[in-house]
């Protein structure tokens, strides 16, 4: 793993683990990778509880507990999917905070109003309402897939209260 990831994962833990808190992640396009980046870590079995990859919608509904209503009128890739990929992941585990991901690392599967690179993040604590995000990233699959778990693991210290 390169050292701006190490790092993240890193940062991530000590924000964590001085609060006694556990992560779950919730990812899509992702496929694991924030799961991935954060293992990496030693000692992050302190801090780290699961991670559910739920690419397909069945797996985001049967995981996640995803609403096929949502799925339906919102589609995979939107920040209604990813708060209920949140609220799944927290009611699934025994992590305070959940990350969740869905997007579209292309090269192909863009839609009307959903470019490639059209990613949607939400994070959530167990006694807040989650708060979400959509954001375009450039570049090819893997160049989207890698901004997605950074921009996801940056944004955890703002979800915690943590000063910048």
Known sequence: ???ELST?????GALLQARGWMLSTAESCTGGWIAEVVTATAGSSNWFDCG???YSN???????????DTLREHG?????TVREMVS????????????AVSGIAGPGGAVPGKPVGTVCLAWGLRDRPAISETL???GDREAVRRQTV?????????VMGAPD
């Open 1 to 3: 793993m390169d050292v």
């Open 136 to 138: 375009c990233f450039a």
């Open 52 to 54: 559910f990859v739920s």
């Open 76 to 80: 995979a890739v939107s920040e209604e």
């Open 58 to 68: 069945e797996s985001k509904q049967a995981l996640l507990g995803v609403a096929p």
């Open 8 to 12: 993240l994962s890193a940062e991530t």
């Open 150 to 158: 950074i921009h996801a693991l940056r944004s955890l210290p703002r």
């Open 88 to 99: 799944g992941a927290l009611a699934r585990s025994r992590a305070q905070l959940a990350l």
